[in-house]
């Protein structure tokens, strides 16, 4: 793992966190339309107009002319200017293989979507640190860069031009990383599990030395040291962030990256080497402790896919 690259890049890159699809919603008149629960990340944008999203469990939220939201392992929901309306099936509706953009009538309203797809096995680590529903609305201090993107993103969508898909790809990117971080602005970078954490001053320091040196011998006494903290401080304020203690945090994200070692080829004895195991025994223990198996049954796994 790259330690020029900060915690949360780290951990994107290890996921391979990527634009799945983006697409473009127009409509006029009175409309209603469902959409299934899904267990991944979603990205919406009202870019003209206004609308509803409802829960399945009652929940709804107004969605007004520049706001955007994520969505983590988000539910059924519904999309609707008119509440009044028996929904429509957001997926059957419109022929969503052959065009990103599906229209209602006219584009009174206008939204944007998008999805990330990334490795099925790690995703808790990024969605369970997530709300199931994140508003960013118009009035936030950072929706004038985050509309800036949405507005490039749309032009893309739209498009006809040479390397759109990889256009729209990269900023889809880089619009989730803005509204991660006007999200974290906003609620004073509380709430959102161990992302809150990386913009704690001192655990987020913590974290970016585990990280980037994962095969240093740590002990809680020379991490919490190193951010001037006792121990029993430093592992209250990092268990309540990071709903784990300091030593268990590094433990997981030692098997994580051993995990994509052994995805990409290397052997169980240089990939305990490599995330700071003297021996592939020891190493063993550990990955079972996180997995429930030893690595070696996961590296035949793995050779046999």
Not at 14 to 25: E, H, N, P, Q, S
Not at 67 to 75: M, V
Request: neutral net charge; charged residues 20%; hydrophobic residues 45%.
């Amino acid at each position: 793992m790259d330690p020029a690259l900060d915690p949360l890049s780290q951990v994107f890159a290890l996921l391979d966190v990527r634009a799945a699809r983006c697409t473009r919603f127009e409509a006029s008149g009175n409309w209603s339309y469902r959409f299934p629960a899904k267990p991944a990340l979603k990205f919406g944008a009202v870019i003209r107009g206004d609308c509803w999203i409802d829960f399945s469990d009652e929940a709804h939220h107004r969605l007004a002319t520049g706001d955007c939201f994520l969505l983590a392992n988000a539910p059924a929901y519904v999309l609707a200017n008119d509440e009044g309306l028996v929904p429509e099936d957001g997926i059957t509706t419109f022929d969503w293989t052959r065009s990103d953009v599906a229209r209602h009538g006219g584009n009174d309203t206008v939204l944007l979507a998008g999805s990330f797809a990334f490795d099925a096995s790690d995703a808790a680590l990024l969605l369970d640190a997530l709300p199931r529903f994140l508003l960013i609305p118009s009035r936030s201090p950072s929706a004038s860069v985050i509309h800036s993107t949405l507005q490039i993103l749309d032009l893309e969508i739209r498009g006809t031009q040479i390397g759109a898909a990889v256009l729209t790809d990269r900023l889809a990117d880089v619009l989730l990383v803005q509204v991660l971080r006007a999200a974290l602005d906003q609620s004073a970078g509380e709430g959102f599990g161990w992302i809150s954490a990386l913009v704690d001053t001192r655990i987020g320091k913590a974290i970016r030395l585990m990280h980037n040196d994962v095969a240093r011998p740590w002990t809680l006494e020379a991490l919490a040291n190193a951010v001037a903290m006792s121990r029993s401080a430093f592992s209250r304020r990092f268990k309540s962030l990071v709903g784990l203690p300091p030593l268990d945090y590094l433990l997981r994200w030692r098997m994580r990256l051993a995990c994509d070692q052994l995805r990409r080829g290397a052997t169980i004895s240089a990939t305990a080497s490599q995330v700071g195991y003297s021996s592939e025994s020891a190493f063993g223990h550990a990955f079972k402790r996180v997995y429930g198996h030893a690595p070696k049954r996961y590296w035949r796994e793995i050779a046999d896919f």
